[in-house]
């Protein structure tokens, strides 16, 4: 009885069971963003630049326990369930505020084409991973940290550089730098949406346990979200860079 009572206790994972938590981490996030953009935007109306301001504030503020929440999930897997969804609120807010922004003082609808992208390089993603069943292995992922960390430290000296005065935001050089650092970090995404739905694969088709199914679905939205933001960044230097050509 007691084996059958160990038994009982251990229930392996399923795709419905991380889907289904990844979509609601997602409804939590898509949500979010949709109350944050209405308020912000109907708060604009009335001061905007005191929402500015305002906005400004709580991106910093949220931006920090974020950061923490991110490492506390990583070390401590179990803490996943409530500050995966803390954590998808605060994502989905500062989302919202940050597409707002983009439509209003960049170009109108450009969140929603960079919507429109992710969900095609998401279902690009599960094609080659289901149809195809192309493997990445550790060794490729590795090589691909190494570049994707490199990246990073390229866009800091530019922006110290910049900081003091040698470089400027107005060349168009720089910008063409910075469009060729997005499209990578873009394809880096797909690379890293890929590998996460090899792991879910090898967590369903390992029998592994039902309680890992939360982290599974978590990292899968942050990486579409980190994907949608990529995109998004992509598409806004695009629009500046064959902006200027045409002034």
Known sequence: SQQGDMGAEIQPAT????????????????????????AVFTMMKADLEGTLLWVGIATVVCAVPLLIMSFIIAFV?????????????????????????????????ISIAALIGTAIVFLISLAVNKLLEVRISSKFMRGCMVVFFSIIVVELIMWLLTAVGLFS????????????????????????????????????????DKKYEWNFAFSLVTTLVYLYVEILELLLRLVVLFGNKKN
Not at 15 to 38: H, N, S
């Open 77 to 109: 897997p179990s803490t996943v369930k409530v500050l995966g969804i803390v954590y998808s609120v605060l994502q989905g807010g500062l989302l919202g505020c940050f597409a707002l922004f983009v439509d209003i003082l960049a170009v109108p609808g």
């Open 169 to 208: 935001y107005e060349s168009t050089a720089i910008w063409w730098i910075q469009t060729a650092i997005s499209a990578i970090c873009v394809i880096w995404a797909a690379i890293m949406l890929t590998w996460d739905l090899q792991n879910i694969d090898y967590l369903v088709q390992s029998g592994a």
């Open 15 to 38: 795709y419905k069971g991380v889907y289904g938590k990844a979509a609601l981490f997602a409804f939590i996030t898509i949500i979010t963003a949709i109350v944050a953009e209405l």
